[in-house]
């Protein structure tokens, strides 16, 4: 090996401080709690169990004579 300390490796990376160890758990806890929010509000729909317009039947009537009656 090139040099001296032949029990070293040559790599010794710094441990992150506090601040970014406390930083980073918080950014990846948010990012996991809206992953998980988001599938539980639209995960049937991504999977394909449910159609995104199944759920908008609120009793309106969007053809060509519903628009007419409004103008």
Request: aromatic share 12%; glycine share 12%; charged share 15%.
């Amino acid at each position: 090996m090139a040099g001296p300390h032949a029990s070293s490796s040559g790599f010794n990376p710094h441990l992150p401080g506090l601040r970014y160890k406390i930083l980073s758990t918080t950014l990846g806890a948010t990012m996991w709690f809206f992953i998980f929010y988001r599938a539980r509000k639209d995960g049937a729909k991504l999977l394909g169990l449910s159609h995104p317009w199944e759920a908008h039947g609120h009793g309106h009537d969007h053809g060509h004579d519903a628009h007419a009656e409004h103008h």
